[in-house]
């Protein structure tokens, strides 16, 4: 895409949202101590003897918490002090007797988590609510970087820029080859480098069950995130006071999640594991405060409106509900910037009642021969290669202009077999226009 950029690539405002605070007390951090207990035994079982400070930064909670429940637990004699320095119980080696070690296997057997505190659901939420997708900064400016390497026109991509803004819906569809999910991606990187630092949490609590939701696969955490509470190098004295973020949520940069055809409907519910009894977010909750991509959409093995009856409501109240192995449900919030692209015809796919819920619906055409050439230059010259005009010319002789719709894809394509072809024949990459012709009768030649 070629685009008049202002020159300022990324000046936007990405204030990032409120950060959580740390948790005072057992109530603040939305945990029992019966809850806590068992979280500090399963904690010792599995790490041997831990110091007090150990414990508060693997469960990243203020040693403050961790406290009262290390006092019933010793006092249960669950476990016992192994020694210490004299800076007090912040420094106490902490170890299982042997009526501890039995209290763990059953905590375990119940449910093997065993990492990070979880946060209440209700903590979730509102945190969630906090950094919607709907509080990016988004205006031509400040999208022209991302989208710097593609050739687009201005009002397709002045289309985009008001999606972007609010936060709901695209629907992204045309022929195949002519830049739709490098258009998507385009958004997601937008979104991912210039939207700010957002906070999800390790894990959360609902309906008496644990839920993973941090996963190092999709989410990228964000350098500006304050390490200094748990780096394991700080003061005891940091260690007995609260920080500035409450270490059980990793500031992350917004996400961008891309799925295709192998998106299934199970991968919209919680996933459970019935060793560990715990729950891993589903593939979309992941996306919350970031962008959710289905490429290829009509393409997945279930059918097109399975997948969208599933995605009405979301789409519609901008919450979704998710459901635990006793068939409890309860509410969560879908913030999150969906994408659907594909290159099938929409009136096969959705019906009017979906296409309402979509609020933005942007074409992709196949390029003009003006754009087309801007692509076939700019690839030329990341591959090294001179300009040859003639070589356009017989791609249009010989094939485009004798039924076969140009794709943007070509280029790339094309010019890709030309420098193997070099390459091959220990040639210096270079381009002409009988390379081109040879290139063109093994790629498109089949096709006619």
């Known amino acids: 895409m070629l685009l008049k950029s202002s020159g300022s690539a990324f000046d936007i405002d990405a204030t990032a949202p409120e950060a959580p605070t740390p948790p005072e007390s057992l109530k603040e951090a939305g ?6 207990n068992d979280l500090i035994l399963k904690a010792l079982y599995l790490r041997g003897t831990m110091l007090g ?54 905590a375990m057997e119940m449910c093997a988590y065993c990492g990070p505190a979880p946060v209440p659901l209700e903590d979730y939420v509102e945190q969630t609510y906090r950094q919607a997708v709907t509080g990016i900064r988004c205006t031509p400016e400040t999208l022209a970087a991302p989208f710097s390497h593609l050739v687009i026109k201005d009002e397709m ?57 941090y996963d190092p696969s999709v989410h990228q955490p964000d350098e500006n995130q304050d390490h200094s509470f748990i780096d394991p190098d700080s003061s005891v004295k940091r260690l007995l006071n ?61 059918s097109p409106k399975e997948l969208l009856n599933r995605w009405i409501l979301p789409l519609e109240d901008r919450h979704d509900f998710l459901t635990v192995a006793s068939g409890k449900k309860f ?19 959705v019906d009017d009642a979906f296409l309402r819920r979509i609020r933005h619906k942007v074409q992709v055409h196949a390029p003009t021969r003006d754009v087309y050439e801007k692509i076939f230059h700019n690839y030329s010259r990341k591959l090294g290669m001179q300009g040859c005009p003639e070589a356009i ?51 498109i030649a089949e096709f006619n």
């Open 331 to 349: 509410q969560v919030p879908f913030e999150q910037l969906i994408i659907f692209s594909t290159n099938l015809d929409p009136k096969d796919l």
């Open 157 to 213: 991509f002045n289309n985009l820029g008001p999606a972007i803004v609010s936060g709901r819906s695209v629907f992204i569809y045309g022929p195949p080859g002519n830049g739709k999910t490098a258009m998507a991606r385009s958004i997601g990187e937008f979104m991912n480098q210039t939207g700010g630092g957002i906070y999800v949490p390790y894990s959360f609590l609902a309906e008496g069950s644990i839920i993973t939701v």
């Open 53 to 106: 400070r150990d414990l508060g930064q693997f469960l990243c909670l203020p040693f403050k918490v961790v406290k009262e429940s290390l006092k019933f637990l010793k006092d249960e004699k669950n476990i016992e002090v192994m020694g210490g320095d004299l800076v007090g119980e912040v420094s106490y080696k902490f170890s299982l007797t042997d009526l501890g070690r039995r209290r763990s296997q059953e």
């Open 393 to 443: 010319d017989y791609l249009y002789e010989r094939y485009y202009s004798r039924g076969r719709s140009p794709r943007a894809s070509d280029c790339r394509d094309l010019l890709e077999i030309v420098q193997s072809i070099c390459r091959y024949r220990r040639h210096p990459v270079h381009l002409t226009r009988d390379l081109i012709a040879e290139a063109a009768s093994s790629f």
């Open 242 to 302: 609260t920080g500035a973020v409450d270490p059980r949520w990793v500031r992350i940069r917004r996400p961008v999640i891309v799925t295709g055809g192998e998106l299934t409907l199970e991968m919209m519910d919680l996933k459970y594991n019935a060793e560990s009894k715990f729950y891993q977010a589903p593939i979309h909750f992941k996306a919350n405060g970031g962008v959710f991509l289905i490429d290829d959409f009509g393409r997945q093995i279930v």
């Open 31 to 36: 945990l029992t101590l019966a809850f806590l």
